[in-house]
């Protein structure tokens, strides 16, 4: 079992990660009760407790979260050919149209949330479209399954079709309303949602800002600096803004709570006052990649002396995999280019509790330890006949860490549990 008590880019993995080679995690009522080393824990097991015995090779964590995805996007997944601006016009904006239709948004959401649960995703932040009724979809879904998740409806009032424009008036009121439908409903929260700052008029940015002052208890969510023709439009649109994140600061919109997607071109000003108030940055390599948008600088953003709350994105569909062991090797890549080396430790701190602290639900979410919801990711070790051959050689559990967010991806989940209860179970492997 793996889990962490606190932040290693922070105070380093001695003091926060924590291996038990052989433990047990004890489930009851929706949360865990016991976790720790199996000849610990075993002692103190109630009477009649069914066992589940998952067998060595395997590997129990909290579940994984994503902290930025675009539940729309799937339809257009693996699109051809553009870069984020001319991309966002030629693919997503014409996908989201169809989410009018709120059995369309149904379908795609079903699909969306098993794939979820499929790759050990238990909590996610996700963008619906403009239409109320993609929010509704969405959340009706992921109530059936007992979901931990932050979604809301994309704020847009600019530089979009027109179908797919709301008012300054109109977007307030509906996510208004959606708001007092859904957030605390269960396991639900509401994400207030301004796609990014050039889709959304000053009014409109302020009608959002507003609108958390209202209701701070919600997630905010949006883009910034992606690419570095995005901030240069940025600055043509926003001319009397000092930068990017001031755009959002002077709107109300900078925050404890407050999940920027990217930010890989920020300078230090920006990231120095995320560290101020709080907002936290969603870290998104295979859409960064994906896009040639840039590698975002980890160890610069979550630097000691003034350190921002870092999490892991799959951003579909720009984002090209569900699996966050892909989405962390990619992590590690964009490390190397910026001549760093990300550990496996760090990398699963992301996958984990760093996402959960991101969303500000460290203390519900993210970690195995008794109190917590739970929600768990089950990992086989040796889901393949290369990673089979390949974890005979690894010197240490650090090794084994590396081989999986190297070589592994939605094959190794074998199980998936949301509020202790198994909802995915990964089919037997046919006989050769």
């Known amino acids: ?81 553009s870069q984020l601006l001319d991309w966002l016009n030629k693919y997503t904006f014409p996908a989201e149209l169809k989410f009018a239709d709120k059995e369309y948004a149904r379908r795609v959401a079903r699909v969306f949330l098993h794939e979820n649960l499929r790759n050990g995703i238990t909590t996610s932040c996700v963008y619906c479209t403009v239409h109320p009724q993609s929010v509704e979809a969405l959340f009706e879904e992921a109530e059936t399954l007992g979901l931990r998740l932050a979604a809301g409806k994309v704020l847009m009032d600019r530089n979009a079709p ?38 959304s008029s000053p009014e409109q940015l302020d009608a959002a800002g507003a609108l958390w002052k209202t209701h701070p208890e919600c997630l905010m969510q949006t ?25 959002y600061d002077h709107h109300g919109l900078c925050g404890p709570r407050a999940v920027f997607g990217h930010g890989i071109w920020l300078g ?90 991101a969303m500000y639900l460290e203390d519900k979410v993210g970690s195995l330890a008794p109190g917590m919801e739970a929600d768990l990711a089950v990992l086989d070790m040796r889901s393949t006949p290369l990673i089979d051959f390949r974890m005979g050689e690894a010197r240490d559990f650090a090794e084994q860490l590396f081989i999986q967010m190297t070589l592994a991806d939605d094959r190794a989940v074998q199980a998936t549990y949301v509020a202790g209860k198994c909802v995915y179970k990964r089919p037997p492997r046919p006989s050769p």
């Open 268 to 357: 230090e000003s920006e990231l120095a006052r995320l560290h101020v108030c709080g907002g936290a940055i969603a870290h998104c390599p295979t859409s960064n990649f994906f896009l040639g948008s840039g590698a975002f600088n980890i160890g610069g953003a979550t630097d000691p002396k003034r350190p921002v709350r870092v999490g892991l994105g799959t951003d579909i569909g720009a984002g090209t995999s569900f699996s966050i062991l892909a989405t962390l090797g990619e992590a590690y890549k964009s490390a190397q280019l910026n001549r760093q080396a990300l550990s496996p430790g760090h990398a699963y701190y992301l996958a984990t509790r760093g996402g959960a602290r």
């Open 223 to 247: 883009h910034i600096a992606e690419s570095p023709q995005e901030v240069a439009w940025m600055k043509e649109l926003f001319p009397q803004r000092k930068n990017y994140l001031d755009i």
């Open 162 to 199: 027109e179908a797919l424009r709301d008012t300054p008036q109109q977007g307030y009121d509906q996510s208004h309303q959606l708001i007092a439908t859904w957030h605390g409903r269960g396991r639900l929260l509401y994400a207030i949602t301004p796609r990014y700052a050039g889709s």
């Open 1 to 81: 079992m793996l889990t962490f008590t606190g932040d290693p880019f922070h105070d380093g993995l001695d003091k926060t990660m924590v291996h038990w080679p052989d433990g047990i995690v004890v489930l009851a009522d929706g949360r865990v009760t016991h976790v720790g080393p199996a000849e610990e824990i075993a002692k103190v097991l109630p009477a009649g407790s069914e066992i589940v015995d998952y067998g060595r090779d395997t590997l129990i964590s909290a579940g994984f979260v994503d902290t930025h995805v675009h539940f729309p996007q799937m339809p257009m997944i693996a699109s051809y050919g």
